[in-house]
């Protein structure tokens, strides 16, 4: 089974700029969650999305958003880069969502850079 | 107030040797759950073991167990026989079972992830 599939994996922005990664779960997993990773804040929870429905969000601001399609496939977009923004950005995906117990499985991350 | 605290920035152990990663968390929620990630340089998460709020015995995963401590909320990974490769991050998560919001669904909430170093 195909594991969790990120594009692009490297990415260089501009400032002001809008950026699209895509994320492809496991086959059969319904729930994609996104992560930022920058060496200043740690690892932070972006959003949820479950059956095409944002089911949790995090702290960030409006400018990033995401969307799942009918076949679990989902988008994060970034608009109107900051140098902040430069960050890895991790997928995860999960059979289902809610419970304690729902192993998350990420994917290799989407490193952007924001110059 | 930090959700998950890691304490130990980077960690340093004998190839063979066991090591103790510390973890501890804070969370009024009484249904939770606890996990391990390793993350080498590649950068991929790397799910190790979990532990869940009611689970009466400590997980193991062949080399990784976590010494569970319930009333002084700590959830340490222990791996024993350490080998060269697992050298890298290493990260403790909770999910909760409600937030402020309502239920958390997918959320993890991250440490600040410990540095792994295994010496031959």
């Known amino acids: 089974k195909a594991g969790v599939t990120q594009t692009p994996r490297y990415l260089i922005k501009t400032r002001g700029q809008q950026v699209t990664l895509s994320c492809s779960p496991i086959s059969g997993h319904r729930s994609v969650s996104w992560y930022q990773q920058t060496p200043g804040q740690g690892l932070q929870f972006l959003f949820e999305y479950f059956s095409e429905t944002q089911r949790n969000k995090g702290n960030f601001p409006g400018r990033f958003s995401g969307r799942q399609f009918s076949n679990s496939r989902s988008e994060m977009n970034v608009s109107t880069l900051e140098l902040g923004d430069s960050a890895l950005y991790l997928c995860a995906s999960s059979p289902r969502t809610g419970g304690n117990y729902n192993e998350q499985f990420f994917g290799p991350g989407t490193r952007l850079t924001v110059l | 107030a930090q959700k998950i605290t890691q304490t130990q920035p980077g960690m340093f152990v004998q190839e063979k040797e066991a090591v103790t990663l510390d973890c501890t968390y804070d969370?009024?929620?009484?249904?939770?759950?606890l996990f391990w990630y390793k993350q080498p340089s590649s950068g991929e998460m790397i799910f190790l073991i979990y532990q869940g709020s009611y689970d009466q015995q400590n997980a193991t995963e062949g080399r990784y167990s976590l010494n569970f401590q319930k009333a002084r909320k700590s959830a340490n990974l222990v791996i024993s026989a350490s080998q060269l490769g697992d050298s890298a991050m290493y990260f403790c998560a909770m999910r909760e079972r409600r937030n402020a919001g309502g239920t958390s669904y997918g959320k993890l909430t991250f440490g600040q992830g410990t540095i792994l170093t295994v010496h031959p």
């Open positions: 969370t009024s929620d009484p249904s939770y759950g």
